[in-house]
């Protein structure tokens, strides 16, 4: 379970709006995850019309999966490309907004209001810019947030999570020591200690 190099390795916000400007999104599917599909029951526990927040989502096609099932999608991301890239992906008219509580912030929300993706930094957000959410789809977030970064991310998703939420998470599994990430490897005993 030792993490390796990895403790350490910090990727910049730089280097993730040059990945998506390069094209190099080897983590973006075209496909819905075989694992939301598959769980999709336990994250909405037979309710429906819940708000399901994607963190770090990109232009993740599940997100317009959920809202056409009539559930509220909001989503974070830092590249406005991958943000933009999502409505076009889907021929989803929208509307760009400042967001006055974040400095350079914008919202990009579907004419329809049922998506709502906020271009910034996810420690930016906090519920009283967003609100709380009944459910989180972490398909590739708390894997690419840098392991220094991990109990802020967490302490920030808490935050975020009505009482009664569930919380959809996927890792990898792999030894740190052959592969920098990201994705970076994280243990089940620090998700455990992370999220409780």
């Given at each position: 379970?030792?993490?390796?190099?990895?403790?350490?390795?910090?990727?910049?916000?730089?280097?993730?709006?040059?990945?998506?400007?390069?094209?190099?999104?080897?983590?973006?599917?075209?496909?819905?995850?075989p694992l939301l599909q598959k769980y999709l029951d336990v994250l909405l526990n037979g309710r429906s019309g819940l708000r399901i927040f994607f963190p770090l989502c990109g232009k993740a096609v599940e997100m317009k999966w959920l809202a056409d099932m009539?559930?509220?999608?909001?989503?974070?991301?830092?590249?406005?490309?991958?943000?933009?890239?999502?409505?076009?992906?889907?021929?989803?008219?929208?509307?760009?907004?400042?967001?006055?509580?974040?400095?350079?912030?914008?919202?990009?929300?579907?004419?329809?209001?049922?998506?709502?993706?906020?271009?910034?930094?996810?420690?930016?957000?906090?519920?009283?810019?967003?609100?709380?959410?009944?459910?989180?789809?972490?398909?590739?977030?708390?894997?690419?947030?840098?392991?220094?970064?991990?109990?802020?991310?967490?302490?920030?998703?808490?935050?975020?999570?009505?009482?009664?939420?569930?919380?959809?998470?996927?890792?990898?599994?792999?030894?740190?020591?052959?592969?920098?990430?990201?994705?970076?490897?994280?243990?089940?005993?620090?998700?455990?200690?992370?999220?409780?």
């Amino acid at each position: 379970s030792d993490i390796g190099s990895q403790k350490e390795r910090v990727v910049t916000e730089e280097e993730w709006l040059q990945k998506w400007e390069m094209g190099n999104i080897g983590f973006h599917k075209e496909q819905r995850h075989p694992l939301l599909q598959k769980y999709l029951d336990v994250l909405l526990n037979g309710r429906s019309g819940l708000r399901i927040f994607f963190p770090l989502c990109g232009k993740a096609v599940e997100m317009k999966w959920l809202a056409d099932m009539g559930h509220t999608v909001v989503g974070v991301e830092v590249s406005e490309q991958a943000v933009k890239g999502f409505f076009s992906d889907h021929s989803l008219p929208y509307c760009e907004e400042p967001v006055p509580e974040i400095s350079g912030a914008k919202m990009f929300q579907s004419t329809s209001g049922n998506i709502s993706l906020y271009c910034c930094s996810i420690y930016d957000l906090s519920s009283s810019v967003v609100g709380k959410f009944d459910g989180v789809w972490d398909r590739g977030a708390l894997v690419a947030v840098n392991p220094c970064d991990r109990q802020r991310y967490a302490s920030l998703m808490i935050n975020l999570v009505e009482k009664n939420s569930s919380y959809l998470l996927v890792t990898v599994s792999y030894d740190p020591n052959k592969h920098k990430g990201p994705p970076f490897y994280v243990p089940e005993s620090e998700i455990k200690s992370l999220f409780g």
